[in-house]
């Protein structure tokens, strides 16, 4: 079985409206740069994202 492929993400805060690049299998929380919601958070694989993803990066 293929693991996912690894990507960048663009999304915004839905709090803030901030625009900002993750990465989709963070190890670490994620957390807007500008107000500090949590955006992301590691689950051991992909990421769980707890916002809007804008643009998947190839």
């Known amino acids: 079985m293929e693991s996912p ?3 960048f993400l663009k ?3 839905k709090k803030c409206r901030n625009e900002q690049i ?3 299998k963070t190890a670490t929380v994620v957390k807007c ?8 958070e590691p689950t051991g694989g992909l990421a769980e994202i707890k916002t809007k993803i804008e643009e998947v990066m190839d």
């Open 33 to 40: 740069l500008v107000c500090e919601s949590v955006l992301a």
């Open 5 to 7: 492929k690894s990507k």
């Open 22 to 24: 993750i990465f989709n």
């Open 11 to 13: 999304v915004k805060c």
